[in-house]
């Protein structure tokens, strides 16, 4: 079974600094995407940033200039740096992997969430 982890949320100043990580278990032959989605208090869920296995990045416009993804694909794991955090930026961080072949389902994808951890940004 596949399992995605979150790690590094917590609770900052405005200007600050987080890195999330996400890990991965189980046995994954292939990933297309990993990324980081969030979800702030009575919004709906958003993408954040995302990298594709051939390496290319797409980020919200609110973030961009300040945060960072990162992807290892040899070990399936993905981070996203975030600097100059606001107090907008505070959410539920989420990590998905997007086309995911694995041994529980060689023969088609699946989509994978995390359970999500909580960044805070205080003003």
């Known amino acids: 079974q596949v399992q995605l982890v979150e790690s590094g949320g917590g609770l900052v100043q405005a200007g600050g600094s987080l890195t999330l990580s996400c890990l991965t278990s189980g046995t994954i032959f292939s990933i297309s995407a990993m990324g980081w989605y969030r979800q702030a208090p009575g919004k709906q869920r958003e993408l954040v940033a995302s990298s594709r296995s051939l390496g290319s990045t797409t980020y919200a416009d609110s973030v961009k200039g300040r945060f960072s993804i990162s992807r290892d694909n040899a070990r399936n794991t993905v981070a996203l740096q975030m600097n100059s955090l606001k107090p907008e930026d505070t959410a539920v961080y989420y990590c998905?992997?997007?086309?995911?072949?694995?041994?529980?389902?060689?023969?088609?994808?699946?989509?994978?969430w995390g359970k999500g951890t909580l960044v805070t940004v205080s003003s």
């Open positions: 998905k992997a997007e086309g995911v072949r694995a041994l529980t389902h060689r023969y088609y994808d699946r989509d994978y």
